[in-house]
């Protein structure tokens, strides 16, 4: 297999390319539209097919580039079919193997950060979106978010892999690239070292984090798979712009 793990610094976000040599087919985890010329650029240089783009979740900060890619190679868009997106060509649900050339993906629906998140497994790595960071987790106060669901979603489906299987996070806000599930069981200040439901509760109730400055754009432009959003305020520009994409609202 062929494995990238690309980085967008605004958003900080992880996208993950992963490629399969016989076929030449690929996939992009959770791409980011502003990168979208890295990605094909990535994508060339290595010689293979964009065949499809699956995000983890309808994000909050960035406009996913899912949209923007279908149009520029044909690729298509696969997504949760939790969250009933008219513009997704697969629904991903749990217990259905994805599966693109020789690429096989366990998909897991992990709630808890948004009611519709997915984490997906193949084989070492698990792409875990904001279910579970490096030492932390996602916030749980929007989307339909829910602590006790997310603590369900990490106990009793991540922290059940095996250890020595790799965590990819879709953002790391410190630099960091990867991690396992017997390090985060071992480390993470809020759901491992044996924390309790209620003690998770409390951490998040006490996070007091600001209202996503992006969200009110992001959330409905990721519904669209990928719609820049038209009348973006000029401080929030950098986080979106056309490309192939109509600007609506």
Same mark, same amino acid.
Do not use: W
């Given at each position: 297999m062929i494995f990238k793990q690309?980085?967008?610094?605004?958003?900080?976000?992880?996208?993950?390319?992963? !490629?399969?040599?016989?076929?030449?087919?690929?996939?992009?985890? /959770?791409?980011?539209?502003?990168s979208m010329e890295r990605d094909l650029g990535v994508l060339h240089e290595l010689g293979l097919t964009l065949a499809f783009?699956?995000?983890?979740?309808?994000?909050?900060?960035?406009?996913?580039?899912?949209?923007?890619?279908?149009?520029?190679?044909?690729?298509?868009?696969?997504?949760?079919?939790?969250?009933?997106?008219?513009?997704?060509?697969?629904?991903?649900?749990?217990?259905?193997?994805?599966?693109?050339?020789?690429l096989s993906l366990q998909p897991l629906h992990t709630p808890g950060h948004t009611d519709g998140h997915f984490s997906y497994l193949l084989g070492e790595r698990?792409?875990? !979106?904001?279910?579970?960071?490096?030492?932390?987790?996602?916030?749980?106060?929007?989307?339909?978010?829910?602590? /006790?669901?997310?603590?369900?979603?990490?106990?009793?489906?991540?922290?059940?892999?095996?250890?020595?299987?790799?965590?990819?996070?879709?953002?790391?806000?410190q630099a960091r690239r990867v991690s396992s599930i017997a390090q985060e069981k071992q480390r993470n200040g809020r759901l491992g070292a044996g924390k309790t439901l209620d003690e998770f509760r409390s951490i998040m109730a006490e996070l007091a984090l600001p209202y996503p400055t992006f969200i009110d754009y992001a959330v409905p432009g990721n519904r669209a798979c990928g719609v820049c959003p038209e009348k973006l305020p000029e401080q929030l520009a950098h986080y979106c712009r056309q490309m192939g994409v109509s600007l609506q609202g």
């Open positions: 690309l980085f967008e610094p605004l958003s900080s976000t992880y996208t993950y390319l992963l !490629g399969d040599p016989q076929t030449g087919q690929a996939i992009l985890i /959770d791409p980011v539209i502003v783009t699956l995000d983890t979740h309808i994000h909050a900060d960035h406009i996913t580039a899912a949209l923007a890619l279908r149009n520029a190679t044909g690729s298509k868009i696969a997504a949760p079919a939790f969250d009933c997106l008219p513009c997704a060509d697969v629904a991903i649900e749990e217990g259905r193997p994805f599966e693109v050339g020789g698990v792409f875990t !979106g904001d279910a579970l960071l490096i030492d932390g987790c996602g916030r749980t106060d929007f989307q339909n978010g829910d602590a /006790d669901a997310l603590y369900r979603s990490v106990i009793e489906k991540l922290f059940t892999l095996p250890d020595d299987t790799l965590v990819y996070p879709a953002h790391d806000y």
